[in-house]
């Protein structure tokens, strides 16, 4: 398991070595995930409900928040008081689930906001279908060897910049889930295992 400490921040996101997720980290809160551009926001002293939703709001201390991913992009979102985690499908970055959770973050007061992709499957690798060129720009999209592949990343970077978030504070994970070898990924053939991203404010 990688864990980054980023100011008043942990984050935990798991690897090929962790086998038993679900036994790594019992104290995490997590979504039952439905592939939505739900937003599900947890207060300070609120019981946590598990509700059906892709992305949770937080501002409770030592507490994990957490979401699972195969393929799609685990993203971290923090600042002074409130932090995000976000499973960003293909699907709900066309719907701008990443959006909403900013959006979100900067009503609740939170401005310089930072912003972590961390290992999903990048355009290297991530083969989509003919169709997607009626969902996306084709600046996200590349043709190669007769085939189209989506880049996510550059999706997600322009939802961020266009939401206000400094480039600066924009960071990047490069390792690509499909080809490298640290991380699951379903389209490899990692069909019961999943990368488990949470994050928790310890100070």
């Known amino acids: 398991m990688q864990i980054v400490n980023i100011d008043e921040y942990r984050i935990y996101i798991t690897d ?8 790594l980290l019992w104290t995490y809160h997590r979504c039952e995930q439905i592939h939505s551009d739900i937003v599900y926001v947890r207060e300070e002293g609120e019981g946590f409900i598990k509700h059906q939703a892709d992305a949770i709001v937080s501002n409770r201390m030592n507490t994990k928040i957490a ?9 971290a979102l923090m600042w002074k008081k409130y932090f995000a985690v976000v499973h960003a499908w293909w699907r709900w970055l066309k719907s701008w689930i990443i959006l909403k959770t900013i959006h979100i973050l900067k009503a609740k007061g939170e401005q310089d906001i ?14 989509v279908w003919p169709e997607f060129t009626t969902y996306f720009d084709k600046k996200y999209l590349i ?19 266009d939401a206000l978030i400094s ?3 924009i960071i990047i994970d490069p390792a690509c889930t499909y080809c490298g070898k640290r991380h699951f990924s379903y389209r490899r053939g990692d069909r019961d295992q999943t990368i488990l991203l949470a994050l928790e404010k310890i100070f």
Do not use: H, Q
């Not at 930072?114 to 083969?127: D, E, H, M, Q």
């Not at 880049?151 to 939802?159: C, F």
């Open 16 to 23: 090929t070595s962790d086998k038993d997720v679900d036994s």
């Open 114 to 127: 930072r912003l972590f992709v961390w290992p999903n499957i990048k355009s290297c690798c991530y083969t």
């Open 143 to 161: 043709a190669r060897w007769s085939k189209l592949y989506l880049d996510m990343i550059e999706i997600i970077k322009d939802v961020a910049t």
């Open 67 to 75: 979401i699972r991913v195969a393929d799609c992009s685990p993203i």
């Open 167 to 169: 480039s600066e504070n």
